[in-house]
């Protein structure tokens, strides 16, 4: 089955600096990778998608880069700002949707 | 407005004793699917479902059972509970045509405590 592998598993940055957190799969099927943002107390919320026919995918901070080959995908967040602070979940979707750990992103004001 | 709903939200119970999480989404999703959230492992998904009467494993499914009778609703039930089922547990759907994925809604999670 799939496999998501995500680092770093917690990251401080500094207010306005940027944020890349990394995923690999192991399904080379997989089609579909979505980012989600977990805040305390609540379930985890879309921030960004993107499909396998894709390389790139930018909202905004948020961008989200997809190397099919080396089967590995990455969330970019620029001028980071203390709202920023969650946990960012990867996902792999082939089947069932398959999550990475999770990253604890702290951006300190 | 468009939710999942999953209840109840907070849960304390014995071991052995049956229980029953509900979980519900007003969205006509093909797809639902139960995972639960421990401190260092992230999401793991326990069972999932294309559509009505059709489920699935995930990676962590012993000690779990699904139904699922109608569109709307995927209920997760625990025949008999132990303590290592003591977690954060999500509900989510999403929309699954031409076997293309839409992104998760999730319910709000139920915090289930067995003693």
């Known amino acids: 089955g799939e496999n998501v592998e995500q680092h770093p598993s917690t990251l401080s940055v500094q207010e306005g600096d940027s944020a890349v957190i990394k995923c690999t799969y192991s399904?080379?099927?997989?089609?579909?990778f979505p980012w989600y943002k977990q805040e305390l107390g609540k379930g985890p919320q879309l921030i960004i998608d993107i499909r396998s026919n894709v390389g790139e995918k930018k909202d905004q901070r948020i961008a989200v880069t997809l190397n099919k080959t080396a089967k590995h995908f990455s969330l970019h967040i620029t001028e980071t700002q203390p709202e920023d602070s969650a946990v960012y979940f990867c996902a792999a979707t082939r089947g069932g949707v398959i999550f990475g750990p999770g990253t604890s992103l702290s951006v300190i004001p | 407005e468009a939710q999942v709903t999953q209840n109840p939200r907070y849960l304390i119970t014995v071991t052995g004793k049956k229980l029953t999480v509900t979980c519900s989404q007003n969205?006509?999703?093909?797809?639902m699917s139960w995972y639960r959230q421990d401190p260092g492992l992230g999401l793991r998904q326990i069972y999932y479902s294309m559509n009505v009467e059709v489920t699935d494993k995930g990676d962590v499914p012993e000690g779990y059972k699904v139904s699922r009778k109608e569109k709307r609703n995927f209920p997760l039930i625990l025949e008999s509970p132990s303590p290592n089922q003591t977690s954060l547990y999500f509900c989510?759907?999403?929309?699954?045509?031409?076997?293309?994925?839409?992104?998760?809604?999730f319910g709000n999670g139920t915090r289930l405590t067995v003693t």
């Open positions: 969205m006509n999703h093909e797809y």
């Open positions: 989510a759907s999403t929309s699954f045509v031409a076997r293309r994925y839409s992104p998760l809604h």
């Open positions: 399904d080379s099927a997989s089609n579909y």
